[in-house]
């Protein structure tokens, strides 16, 4: 007997059954009726026994040393459109395995597009992407096995107990809930016996933190995860993350949560419009020739005004001014001692500073 869980209904071209996995993706678009909830337990010996546990070679190891090692992800101008609206163009980047990587962007820049990519539930319309090797199309089965995934929405079976809910997981994943799943619990302080559909968002987010989690994962996708999460519980989940990475799980978050982002990530990739426009390390992309300055006058100064080219995002404050610099240093310095300067400081900006850079149009207007 075959089970599927949540069947993402569309264009035919779109999603293939046989493709489709048979746990459940806590995911809101793809609602489940209870008349297809699967019976527990699931003997289903098809299904391969992943093999839980942490491998015994040094995953931190072999991300230094990123030769050895297969790219947990890969891809090839994987470009995807809908109808003539666009998703993704030409995508290449690639994340090694044992890194946490991220990737920013706002609202419609074609984040949870390249997400829904991995996970199967679209096809591109041209261009590839492998995971651990494997091609995103033709193995999406096996690469469901290897993944954990937080969506940004979480939609379960809302009259299952969360006690049923991860038990029913951890069948599929055919591990046994142990002292890793006790601890998860215990440190997102959830309760097992209420019901799904009497979860707060909160409480729904730290299920699949949990559920993502149960089978450790090669690789754990997290998709806008803090959402819904106290300050305590999400100062808790960067703890989970960053302890999981130790372990070698390869992380790639997805977020527009910049102070997040450079907190955890390795690496980031900025994606706008649908196309990455930045690829780097968090500290060189910090580190690029754009600086902060702030400017504290001794006396007012009015209209204060600077025309050097270069000044970005100009701001007025109380006793002066800040803004963000690339151009001529010495140029800049020459303006600036025609104004009756108190103090001056030059900083590295912070990432969403970057970030907002990248996202200025041709006017020096922020696109939203």
């Not at 019976?39 to 931190?60: A, T």
């Not at 090694?96 to 997400?115: D, L, Q, R, V």
Request: neutral net charge; proline residues 7%.
């Amino acid at each position: 007997m075959m089970v599927r869980g949540p069947m993402a209904r569309g264009p035919k071209s779109e999603v293939r059954d046989s493709l489709l996995p048979r746990l459940p993706i806590p995911d809101s678009r793809f609602p489940i009726p209870d008349s297809r909830l699967p019976r527990l337990p699931i003997p289903d010996s098809r299904l391969p026994r992943f093999q839980s546990g942490i491998p015994d070679f040094n995953y931190l190891y072999l991300f230094k040393n990123k030769s050895s090692v297969m790219p947990a992800i890969q891809t090839h101008s994987l470009t995807k459109y809908y109808g003539k609206s666009r998703g993704v163009i030409d995508l290449d980047f690639k994340v090694e395995e044992g890194e946490t990587y991220g990737f920013i962007g706002p609202n419609g820049a074609g984040k949870s597009t390249t997400i829904r990519l991995f996970l199967n539930l679209l096809f591109p319309s041209s261009g590839k992407a492998e995971i651990f090797g494997h091609d995103i199309i033709r193995e999406g089965k096996k690469i469901r096995e290897m993944i954990g995934f937080v969506p940004s929405e979480v939609n379960f079976y809302k009259y299952m107990t969360v006690k049923e809910l991860l038990e029913y997981s951890a069948r599929y994943y055919r591990v046994t809930l142990n002292g890793h799943y006790k601890q998860l619990v215990d440190m997102l302080e959830i309760d097992l016996h209420k019901k799904f559909e009497d979860l707060s968002m909160g409480n729904k987010k730290k299920v699949a933190v949990v559920q993502a989690l149960i089978h450790k994962p090669r690789l754990l996708i997290l998709d806008e995860p803090t959402s819904g999460l106290d300050p305590l519980m999400q100062s808790r989940f960067f703890n989970i993350i960053s302890e999981e990475n130790q372990r070698g799980t390869t992380v790639f978050f997805s977020s527009h949560i910049l102070s997040e982002v450079e907190k955890l990530c390795h690496r980031v990739a900025i994606i706008k419009e649908g196309k990455i426009v930045r690829e780097d390390d968090i500290d060189n992309i910090k580190s690029t020739q754009l600086s902060r300055v702030s400017i504290h006058l001794i006396a007012p100064a009015k209209p204060l005004t600077i025309k050097t080219p270069g000044v970005i995002e100009k701001r007025d404050t109380l006793d002066g001014m800040t803004f963000l610099f690339k151009g001529d240093p010495r140029q800049l310095l020459r303006d600036l001692s025609e104004l009756p300067i108190g103090r001056i400081s030059i900083e590295e900006p912070d990432l969403e500073e970057v970030f907002m850079h990248y996202y200025e149009d041709q006017n020096g207007e922020v696109q939203s």
